[in-house]
């Protein structure tokens, strides 16, 4: 509330018109005491800011240090530092857990979260073009039926996948995670690259069809191109979503070396999370490490792709 | 410069116009134009293909069959057999799990989302108060939103949450004694809310950017009238934002609904203590596939789904009386 106080404050500070109307009558020391509020202001803004930052990002913190507990302090050491540090979980966490080597298990998130970018991106893409730059019959009711699926909670249709996947005898392959991706079934995608080639000039395809081109042509060598910060928003987001996805793996994915990391941090959890926190707290901690290095690599990118496309985390 | 409020148009869908417009030349019929139109329909659907193939063979036709599962008893390895109305009729008069995984649902969607969204909504605009250095704060905030749904994260919520971990401790340190937060059927739904209040960076990023476009005219306007802060936010911020809240209200509580791997994890995939974790997609997740009750489960799916789709309604019906767009033709 006194946000918009402040805002008014510093835009009239930045139009001098306004600024010099207003202080006139008070006479010249009025200025110097309104930065000097300002300034004020500005250190408690950062302070109180800095003590939220630190409230929000404790449970990360919490988590690094506590990689390096040994099992004794579980629920004897609630502070940060380890009492007596050690690097025993990371040494345990290497040799998997159930007879499933640590690598194997990161090896299979890979490939699912790669498989998820390549599919979302390529598919995402061609439906977003027919939407967004063709001019076809029956446009508006799939459009609306597009935005429908944004809505529908994903568990209406887990079962009858379910039963069909099996029917087709494929539970305990990847494909069941792997096929829906390159459907296009994730609709923010759709929805997302829908938006970004609305924007672009609708001259651009009527040249480029005068000149000859079709509809692939123009989907490929100048719509692809052009919109490659939104695809790369896409990749980003599919690639995450795809590396914390755990209830479709916990459906489809039966022996442990299929595992990705998710399933294989439950089995830490399920198994051993009376005696062997360490372990679990240790592992959890890896399956973040390359999402967290995304993050922090594109943050500006993820963090104004969400700002204007509304795409939640 | 002029203080535009006019501008505010209370009704208009900005996206059905744009749909209007572009169909306009369809109705042209000169010749050669129809055979254009037919070749833009095929080039379409071609591009569409894969995404038809997904809609139809992944979500309509799927959800049709469950519809029909809904009405029967089945446990996979037999044929379905066609019981009518029974699965529904045991959901609502003798299921007392279900109608407690209702209620914790409803509480947890009902009281978290809008906690989240009004915390994002204060450090927006705390946020937005100052360009410099917003930006390290914005994507701090940010961040526990990309993992908050994670396993890790949940394992993380256990062991803060739990007996002796660092929030009990806290506490206890400063004489508020209630022990473990996870063990305890009281205080178990408030830790998976403040999980979900811990993720409130995503909404506050939209709700920033919509602070930006908030023209400052309006606030000058509003101040020169006299208007104080409270005002100013009651009278400019919030019909401001309106589009924006709703937004972030409609996926919020959506998203609410499915919340699965935390409380997964944070019960050991038991829905305890007592129930208080058991969410209505962990209940349909054990009574499908541990119970192997496929057409019960796709019964309780269905009822989902319609409570959704009735929020939905809700939320879309009342718009018009508290959402405000903007009239310009950007």
Redesign the interface.
């Known amino acids: ?8 404050t ?3 500070a930045s139009t001098p018109v306004f600024a010099a109307q207003q202080t006139m009558p008070v006479g010249p020391p009025a200025p110097r005491r309104r930065v000097k509020r300002k300034t004020w ?2 250190v408690i ?2 302070v ?2 800095l003590l ?2 630190a409230v ?5 913190v ?2 690094l240090f ?1 990689t390096f507990k040994p099992n004794s302090e ?3 050491n ?2 940060l530092l380890p009492n007596a540090p050690t690097i025993d979980n990371y040494i345990k966490v290497a040799d998997g857990i159930a007879g499933v080597p640590m690598w194997r298990f990161f090896l299979n998130s890979l490939i699912l979260a790669v498989a998820a970018v390549v599919g979302t991106v ?2 995402s893409a ?2 977003a ?3 967004a730059r ?7 009711i ?2 609306a ?2 935005i429908g ?1 944004l ?14 996947f ?1 029917n087709f005898g494929l539970v305990d392959t990847f494909w069941p995670l792997i096929l ?1 991706k ?4 994730e609709a923010f995608f ?1 929805f997302l690259l829908v938006q970004f080639l ?1 924007q672009m000039p609708r001259d651009m395809d009527e040249a480029a069809r005068i000149d000859g081109a ?2 692939v042509r123009i ?1 490929w060598s100048i719509m692809l191109p052009l919109i490659k910060p939104a695809l790369i928003t896409c990749a980003i987001f599919s690639f ?1 979503w795809s590396w ?1 996805d ?2 479709g793996p ?2 489809y994915l039966t022996s442990p070396e299929n595992y990705p ?2 399933i294989a ?2 089995l ?3 198994q051993t ?1 009376t005696s062997d ?1 360490g372990a ?2 240790t592992a ?2 890896i ?2 490490l390359p ?2 290095g995304f ?1 922090l690599v594109f ?2 990118f ?2 104004d792709g ?3 496309q ?4 | 410069m002029s203080t535009t409020t006019t501008r505010v148009i209370v009704t208009g869908d900005k996206r059905r116009r744009s749909l209007v417009r572009r169909s306009r030349p369809e109705n042209l019929t000169r010749p050669g134009q129809r055979r254009r139109q037919t070749r833009e329909t095929l080039a379409g659907y071609g591009f569409l293909v894969p995404w038809l193939v997904g809609f139809f063979g992944l979500t309509i036709i799927p959800m049709i069959y469950s519809l029909y599962l809904s009405f029967t008893r089945y446990n996979i390895f037999q044929p379905p057999k066609w019981i009518g109305f029974d699965n529904y009729i045991r959901l609502f008069t003798n299921d007392p799990q279900f109608i407690q995984s209702a209620q914790i649902t409803l509480i947890y969607v009902l009281v978290g989302t809008p906690i989240t969204l009004a915390a994002a909504l204060g450090v927006a605009m705390l946020l937005n108060y100052r360009d410099k250095g917003a930006g390290f704060f914005r994507s701090a905030f940010y961040a526990p939103s990309l993992i908050g749904g994670s396993v890790s994260v949940a394992i993380v919520w256990r062991a803060m949450f739990g007996s002796n971990g660092p929030v009990d401790s806290a506490l206890s340190s400063i004489g508020i004694d209630l022990g473990g937060w996870i063990g305890n059927p009281a205080l178990v739904l408030p830790a998976m809310i403040v999980l979900a209040v811990w993720q409130f960076g995503a909404t506050m990023v939209i709700f920033l950017a919509g602070l930006k476009q908030v023209p400052k005219e309006l606030y000058e306007a509003a101040e020169m009238d006299g208007a104080n802060a409270w005002h100013r936010f009651r009278a400019v911020t919030l019909p401001m934002l309106s589009p924006v809240i709703f937004f972030n209200l409609l996926l919020g509580l959506i998203g609410a609904f499915q919340v699965f791997a935390s409380a997964y994890i944070i019960s050991n995939g038991s829905g305890g203590p007592a129930g208080m974790t058991n969410f209505i997609t962990l209940y349909l997740y054990k009574r499908g596939f541990a119970d192997g009750q496929m057409g019960y489960a796709a019964a309780i799916a269905w009822v989902l789904l319609v409570v959704v789709a009735i929020i939905a309604l809700i939320l879309f019906r009342t718009q018009r009386s508290w959402v405000h767009y903007a009239g310009d033709n950007r």
């Open positions: 509330m006194s946000t918009s106080n402040q805002a008014t510093s835009g009239a202001q500005t803004w950062f109180a800011l939220l930052t929000v990002l404790y449970p990360l919490w988590l506590s579980f629920g004897q609630p502070g390529l598919s061609l439906a073009y027919a939407f063709v001019q076809f019959k029956g446009l508006g799939f459009f039926a597009m699926t809505l529908l909670p994903f568990h209406v249709v887990i079962i009858p996948q379910y039963i069909m099996n829906p390159f459907l296009a079934t759709v609305r079709g509809h989907f995450i914390n755990f209830l916990l459906l990391l998710p941090l439950r830490y959890n399920d999370s926190y679990t707290v959890s901690f399956a973040l999402v967290l993050f943050q500006r993820l963090v969400v700002a204007t509304g795409l939640k985390g």
